[in-house]
């Protein structure tokens, strides 16, 4: 029989330690330990209890726990002397059944991870789903974590650990992370579409309008449908637009809007953006199937286009509900030739419709999204989710140093223009000025020489700014700083430059009282509350530009890693990001009608 939460609270503190025997490796003392913080509101609470205990622990303790663990597919797995635990995990992962060369490859990774770090290579090989990672999968992990720096690696194997934790601790409670689960397999399903060129690589990339991109919208539409949705729609930027109608009874005349983008970036991830589609998706499936109404319409939106990978504008689709389209970007060409004039022409859109797409934000209650965090945070602090405050403001200029290409041999050092290193000495400058605001950042992501040679001072040099922060003054006195000193160094180095400002976005913070609901939903799983600045830009910086909005962030695997084919996230956290959003939509709906 599984045991209940209930069961684990009652419990003596010897027989609540049997319960949880086994969830760490030959380590008993951290569950003891955070068993003495009982009552537990939740699984997700204790096992953050347990993370946050080990955290704090030494690194001996630390370093202890790793070294209980056995070798993956070592001797102990072939001798069959592995605890029960690890025995189902291996033969899961299929490590039992490797072939002679596999088992060869896996031992000798195995020695040359030792002979680096001094402890065992710990990977939860029942991966993100729970369900158990392919072999290759296993060996390209194990070889790609090999380059790591030993102390990020340790952090690295801990969180593997915890991972393995968290699943033993589902099976003997029987937690199965159903809504997760969903979810995370409608991620899987709609990463069967991708661009062609890329398809064949196995990579998933899905540009603005390409068949791959309507396969998705017809995909999420299909999702939708199924879900219980009472109107599903493509509209005529290409979003896919759910609404699940209000009881009638109690129907509230404001509407409350959530969504994020379906299409990714070249190579990229399977979550970013598509997580804040299939988890409200998933509310409503949940609702739909208790015959629930909200007192308020709910409406998903698949947004077309946010990434700006096709064509150079961005956010075509959020822009687009607040009437930001401009007609001129019809004229744009990708690198084939296509306008997206023609792109829509060829996807059955009729861009005279956009028009008609924006919304009176009088309508609305405002706009939530989930959003998987692209960063390393809270990865870092073995936090699933995070409640974002504001979405940094942040402006982009493209940029060029033009002093004198000459030859490297006989130039002396003081009668040189180098472009190049006049490039170099601003990208110091932004990284240092950047660091003082403590949360602001500079990144000088391209730069280049053109047509550079060895034995030539680089006349010209190439180079893009990317400065963010979270609210606009600050990131205005940042760039101003970088732009000033920019001049300094052309002048003293007697260089010309030229600049051109690409991109200006302003901070979006979060509306206070959605932050708040955030805050209450993610308190309601017995998660403590991390609030946090977004980095990166977000559909809901549109609709901050017309409603309150408020976004909420899930922990990323491999330290957060995205627009990257390694962008991870487990079933267990989109259980915990479903739940959250379905703890605001019951907090909103109860709000709506006592008012
Ligand atoms: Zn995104």
């Known amino acids: 029989m599984p045991y209940t939460l209930d069961q684990l609270n009652d419990a003596t503190q010897a027989e609540a330690e049997q319960m949880l025997d086994g969830l760490y490796e030959h380590t008993p003392w951290i569950a003891a330990e955070a068993l003495k913080q009982r009552p537990f509101r939740s699984l997700a609470q204790l096992k953050w209890a347990m993370a946050d205990i080990l955290a704090r622990s030494d690194v001996e303790a630390q370093l202890a726990l790793i070294r209980a663990h056995p070798e993956l597919a070592g001797k102990a797995m072939v001798a069959k002397s592995l605890t029960a635990e690890s025995t189902n995990e291996q033969s899961k992962a299929g490590l039992t059944d490797c072939t002679p060369e596999e088992f060869e490859r896996i031992q000798r990774l195995n020695a040359d991870y030792n002979a680096k770090f001094g402890f ?65 397999d409608a991620h899987e399903r709609l990463a069967q579409h991708s661009d062609p060129g890329f398809k064949e690589a196995g990579q998933l990339t899905v540009t603005y309008l390409t068949d791959a991109h309507r396969a998705c919208a017809a995909q999420i539409r299909a999702d939708m449908q199924e879900a219980g949705f009472d109107e599903v729609h493509v509209d005529a930027v290409g979003n896919v637009v759910g609404r699940y109608k209000a009881d009638p009874a109690v129907r509230h005349p404001k509407t409350l809007m959530t969504g994020s983008h379906y299409d990714t970036v070249r190579n990229g991830g399977k979550y970013d953006g598509r997580l804040g589609i299939f988890v409200p998706i998933a509310c409503v499936r949940e609702l739909a199937g208790a015959g629930r109404r909200l007192p308020f319409d709910f409406e998903v939106i698949g947004f077309a286009e946010e990434e700006g990978q096709r064509y150079k504008a961005t956010f075509l689709g959020s822009g687009a509900l607040i009437g930001q389209f401009n007609p001129d970007w019809l004229g744009q060409a990708d690198a084939d030739g296509v306008t997206m004039q023609q792109a829509m022409a060829h996807a059955g859109l009729n861009p005279a419709d956009i028009k008609g797409l924006k919304r009176d934000p009088a309508k609305y209650l405002g706009f939530i999204e989930v959003h998987i965090e692209q960063g390393p945070v809270l990865n870092e602090l073995n936090l699933p989710l995070g409640v974002v405050t504001s979405i940094n403001g942040g402006i ?83 760039a101003a700083d970088v732009l000033e000193r920019l001049q300094q160094i052309a002048m003293r180095r007697g260089l010309n430059y030229r600049l051109e400002e690409s991109m200006r976005a302003a901070a979006a913070p979060s509306a206070p009282e959605w932050q708040r609901r955030w805050e209450a939903a993610v308190d309601s799983l017995g998660l403590p509350i991390f609030r946090m600045p977004s980095g990166a830009g977000h559909d809901a910086m549109k609709l901050h530009e017309v409603m309150p909005q408020a976004m909420l962030f899930v922990r990323g695997e491999n330290s957060g890693i995205s627009h990257n084919p390694l962008e991870s996230s487990t079933a267990d956290d989109m259980d915990l990001a479903v739940r959250a959003m379905q ?11 006592t008012k």
């Open 120 to 184: 065992p290579f710990i990977l939860a090989v029942r991966g993100p789903r729970g369900t158990g990672l392919a072999r290759q999968q296993i060996i390209d992990t194990f070889a790609r974590r090999l380059d790591n720096h030993p102390d990020f690696e340790r952090a690295e194997a801990l969180r593997n650990i915890h991972r393995i934790a968290e699943i033993r601790l589902a099976d003997k409670f029987a937690a199965e992370p159903t809504l997760g689960n969903a979810a995370w």
């Open 396 to 478: 982009r200029f493209v940029g060029e140093f033009i002093g004198q290409a000459s030859h490297a041999g006989t130039t002396p050092m003081d009668r040189r223009r180098d472009a190049a290193t006049a490039a170099a000495e601003l990208a110091l400058y932004m990284e240092e000025r950047a660091a003082k605001d403590g949360d602001s950042v500079a990144t000088m992501g391209m730069l280049e020489v053109p047509s550079g040679s060895i034995n030539v001072v680089p006349g010209r040099c190439r180079f893009s700014l990317d400065m963010r922060a979270p609210n606009d003054a600050q990131r205005d006195r940042l």
């Open 583 to 593: 703890h605001l939509l019951q907090a909103v709906a109860t709000e709506t009608t």
